[in-house]
């Protein structure tokens, strides 16, 4: 078993990523809403999970006004945004929980 990684790490690990790289600007707050060790039934450490919050700009939706004009209107929805590092088998997965489709499309998407 290899040695498991400290939170810092961990958070090193995942700011390298291009995922987070793609939605820096976009977190909100700095600091995660969650930074967790993973465990096995045991109690062993095996890995980590993080999870940012991020605004989530939906500009997909064309609605008509009263005149017949064409708007976009742009909506801020808040999504997750979850990095689960394992150290048994040196992998990583990141999950971006979108809701900002939730208002046009009654559905939300994880992007994996």
Not at 69 to 77: D, G, N, Q, Y
Request: charge should be negative; avoid cysteine.
């Amino acid at each position: 078993m290899t040695q498991p990684v400290s939170s810092e790490e961990h958070d090193n690990l995942f700011r390298a990523t291009e995922e987070f790289k793609k939605y820096q600007e976009n977190i909100v707050p700095e600091t995660p809403l969650a930074s967790e060790p993973i465990t096995d039934i045991d109690g062993n450490q095996i890995g980590w999970y993080i999870q940012y919050e991020v605004m989530v700009v939906n500009n997909d939706s064309i609605v008509k006004n009263t005149v017949g004009l064409e708007l976009t209107p742009i909506e801020k929805v808040s999504s997750l945004l979850t990095y689960i590092y394992t150290d048994e088998s040196d992998e990583t997965e990141i999950i971006l929980t979108d809701y900002s489709k939730i208002a046009t499309d009654k559905k939300y998407i994880l992007w994996m």
